[in-house]
């Protein structure tokens, strides 16, 4: 077996108790915590804060940190005021509290807030010890699940990738000799062709769904972010839907006060506004609406598509958003699509500290929201 790979873990303890916080340090500092399934030994570098400001300041200036001793009772900033901004600041330490005040309240607070163990004084070193080991295989088995998972997503995107460059040669071909026999097939029989190329268009679509959604899972999708106005956006996606609703008689509006602007990647702005514009336009009725609304506060951006459609159950709007769900029911037996572009649009949103939610009514329309932040770059 091969020998376990050291990994110098970064670890602060925050306590007003000197002395207290020099002890802990030479006990961490000398511990070697083995997880053997992973193959890692976790070796310590500990930082001492006698305050919840001394913290947060380091943090504010790039300090990084795994795991954190953290006393309860502290002069100014108290232990929950240090986990509550670390958590707004979206950092993810690993927290053991420290405390001799414990109560009931507390610890599910400080629960709630992020804090993985709680400690009451006095303790032992071996209570200190075994409190470090327990929080830092947690740390060390999540960080392996999820390098696990990217590399799931990986293999995932590259079978798909070489699929669909595999798929699309025969799918040309198939379209191109089904062309030719429309131009030589009867008026009655040409019809069941139209029905072919209708059913290989979505076939084709259904691929660059799959790839579209796998290449941002991975990561492999390369984003380029400017300013976008998201008028302009949503104008293209309607034009381009504009022959379908014109022949429907689906009125289309875009609704916005002024410029809608987002730092954001224009392809990925596409990608949602067609989807939800799409659907919006093949699950109406023929003479309904779709108003496309477009709004920003503060640093919020958010799209809003209604329409006057064939609506959905509870059932059937809390399934939607899933991969290769499509709701199957005589209203939309018709209707052709992947069960994929909604997933898409919430995966999207995501990258973009958002998210995409419906509400809607049976047989009265539905309304799909999507919020957005500025990208961070």
């Excluded at 919020?300 to 769900?325: C, M, N, Q, W, Y």
Aim: aromatic share 6%.
């Amino acid at each position: 077996m091969s020998e376990p790979t050291t990994e110098t873990l970064k670890l602060a303890i925050v306590d007003d108790e000197e002395a207290l916080g020099v002890a802990l340090k030479r006990i961490v500092e000398r511990l070697r915590v083995q997880v053997p399934d992973i193959g890692v030994e976790a070796a310590y570098e500990a930082a001492l804060f006698t305050t919840g400001e001394q913290l947060l300041e380091a943090v504010a200036a790039g300090a990084k940190f795994d795991l954190m001793l953290l006393d309860l009772k502290l002069p100014g900033k108290d232990g929950l005021d240090v986990l509550s901004e670390l958590n707004e600041r979206g950092q993810n330490i690993v927290t053991i509290m420290i405390t001799a005040y414990a109560t009931f309240e507390t610890a599910v607070q400080a629960t709630k807030l992020g804090g993985y163990d709680f400690l009451a004084k006095p303790f032992s070193p071996e209570e200190i010890r075994s409190a470090v080991q327990k929080a830092t295989t947690q740390l060390i088995m999540n960080r392996e699940a999820r390098r696990l998972a990217g590399e799931q997503r990986q293999v995932r995107f590259n079978f798909i990738s070489v699929l669909s460059h595999e798929l699309k040669a025969p799918l040309n071909a198939i379209e191109g000799y089904l062309k030719i026999l429309r131009t030589d097939e009867p008026p009655d029989r040409q019809h069941l062709v139209d029905r072919c190329i209708i059913r290989l268009d979505g076939m084709r679509k259904l691929i660059f769904d799959v790839l579209d959604l796998t290449r941002i899972e991975s990561g492999q999708k390369q984003r380029n972010f400017i300013m976008v106005d998201l008028r302009f956006v949503a104008q293209a996606a309607v034009e381009l839907l504009l022959p379908e609703a014109v022949e429907r008689h689906i009125d289309i509006r875009i609704c916005a006060d002024g410029p809608v602007t987002l730092l954001a990647d224009p392809a990925e702005m596409d990608i949602i506004l067609n989807n939800l514009v799409s659907n919006a336009v093949k699950y109406n009725r023929d003479g309904g609406t779709v108003t496309v609304t477009l709004s920003r506060e503060d640093d919020e951006a958010r799209v809003a598509v209604a329409d006057t459609g064939i609506g959905l159950s509870p059932d059937e709007s809390a399934k939607l958003f899933h991969e290769f769900v499509r709701i199957k029911n005589e209203d939309t037996v018709k209707v052709l699509g992947s069960g994929l572009g909604l997933s898409t649009v919430r995966k999207l949103a995501q990258l973009y500290q958002g998210d995409a939610t419906v509400k809607s009514k049976k047989g009265s329309g539905s309304v799909f929201t999507v919020t957005l932040h500025d990208a961070e770059v």
